[in-house]
């Protein structure tokens, strides 16, 4: 009995150590399950990406992208977002491609750098730019300009400017910590510009402000690095454009038998796809010769030679009168070649009495065409010559002979003519003084009294001095002897 019951209490103990068990597992398998996601994820917050705490920034152009002439300036200013971090010193290095690009010069205007340690240094050849500069105190910016390039595009495509990756940004945390950054690059569209005119010259008509009598022209012009096509034309208008179709890829050109007057060339090329500018080139023709005239001749004789004027006139309505050449030969050599001298008119030159010559007189325009006419000087007759060249004698001659006539009686007669003339002319000179002296006195009596006496005396001054002058006319009528 004693041993059933005591089976009996230690099945009862291990059924009851049992049930404890199972509840205590039961419990940590609650727990576990409960507690258990909680703990992942604390687990998992412990993992933190170490680049997500490092500062940041960005360097960048702007604009990044544009398009150009070719041959034109664009500034590209270059900046710098911190990221909400502050930071205070910059290393920059850009690239750029020399062969489509050059720079100017940089600008520090309006740059965050405060004290540079490098400053803007740049080479065209080798295509880079450098600075570094301290910004005192840091700074936190999202757009902080560093600096501005001036870039100058000479030659047209892609150009690409790019801030190098070994530009640097240090924090600005005491302990210069370098700033991870992001860099940025620009592409510049390049196009061709508009080539100019070409350079037209001519062999046949070099200058444009002269005439020339070539109607036939030829005109040649310079082939500029690129170009492909030319279009030109030729007419009377000063300022003509070609149109876009091509005329030639050759650089000469001829014309024949053109009219005269001013005709202009026209041309312009085509480079890279793109039609320039026209040159306008001027072309003055003139054939025709000055109008026609006829030289006039005038003689100056003398006793030993004869002075010869000959004076002409002529015009050129296109071009212009340049000038007048006079030749001379003798007129019974008229196939001689006269030797010609330059000059104006009137032209004078000297002629033995009994000398005959050929004058011609050649007109010039400015295009150099020229106008001959001639006059020929004649010999006067043997009377006619005697009298020129002795007409004084013969004139003298001439009154003795009619003196003679009237009996020696003539020459006197004239004599006494003149010597009556003057009298009378001194006569009046002193009539004319005592009216003055008179005038002079009456101007101290009374208006009444004085227009009075004044009458009188001006009367009587007149009477006296006409009375001996008729006296002086009788007499000498008298005393005239009559001419029959």
């Known amino acids: 009995m004693r041993i059933k019951n005591s089976n009996r209490s230690n099945n009862r103990l291990i059924q009851k150590k049992f049930g404890k068990f199972v509840r205590l597992s039961f419990f940590l398998i609650l727990s576990l399950s409960i507690f258990l996601p909680f703990a992942s994820r604390a687990q998992q917050s412990v993992y933190v990406d170490a680049s997500t705490l490092i500062p940041k920034s960005i360097l960048f152009l702007s604009p ?65 730019m450098e600075l570094s500069g301290v910004i005192p105190n840091g700074i936190t910016t999202g757009s902080g300009l560093i600096t501005t390039i001036t870039f100058k595009a000479i030659s047209a495509g892609q150009a690409t400017v790019s801030i190098s990756d070994s530009s640097k940004v240090l924090a600005n945390d005491g ?70 179709n091509m005329n030639s890829t050759s650089t000469f050109m001829a014309y024949q038998n053109l009219s005269d007057g001013i005709w202009y060339f026209h041309i312009k090329e085509k480079k890279e796809g793109v039609w320039g500018l026209t040159t306008n080139f001027m072309i003055r023709i003139d054939t025709s010769p000055p109008a026609a005239f006829k030289p006039e001749v005038s003689f100056l004789t003398s006793s030993s030679s004869r002075q010869v004027l000959v004076s002409f006139f002529t015009t050129d309505s296109l071009s212009g009168l340049d000038h007048y050449e006079v030749g001379i030969v003798p007129k019974n050599g008229i196939n001689e070649s006269p030797a010609f001298v330059q000059t104006s008119s009137p032209y004078q030159f000297s002629l033995q009495p009994s000398e005959e010559v050929r004058i011609i007189v050649r007109a010039f325009d400015k295009a150099g065409n020229s106008l001959d006419e001639s006059v020929d000087t004649n010999s006067p007759s043997g009377t006619l010559a005697f009298f020129e060249q002795n007409y004084l004698i013969i004139l003298l001659l001439l009154i003795l002979l009619i003196d003679f006539l009237f009996g020696h009686k003539l020459i006197p007669h004239i004599g006494r003519i003149i010597k009556a003339v003057e009298k009378e002319e001194k006569e009046e000179k002193l009539c004319e003084n005592k009216i003055e002296s008179s005038g002079i006195v009456e101007t101290k009596i009374d208006s009444n009294s004085q227009s009075k006496m004044g009458k009188v005396k001006f009367d009587s001054g007149i009477q006296k001095s006409e009375q001996p002058v008729k006296k002086e006319e009788i007499t000498n009528t008298q005393n005239a002897p009559e001419i029959k």
């Open 64 to 128: 990044s992208t544009a398009t150009i002439l070719e041959g034109s300036t664009i500034d590209v200013p270059v900046f710098i977002n911190t990221e909400g971090n502050s930071i205070n010193t910059i290393h920059l290095s850009v690239n750029f491609d020399p062969t489509k690009m050059i720079i100017t010069r940089p600008s520090n205007t309006n740059s965050i750098i405060g004290i540079y340690v490098d400053p803007p240094t740049f080479s065209n050849t080798d295509g880079s």
């Open 175 to 244: 302990q210069g910590t370098e700033v991870e950054t992001q860099f940025d690059t620009g592409v510049y569209t390049i196009i061709p510009q508009s080539p100019g005119g070409p350079n037209v010259f001519s062999e046949t008509h070099p200058f444009q402000d002269m005439w020339y009598n070539n109607n036939s022209p030829q005109v040649a012009w310079s082939e500029n690095p690129g170009v492909t096509d030319f279009s030109y034309i030729l007419d009377d208008k000063p300022f003509t454009i070609p149109d876009n």
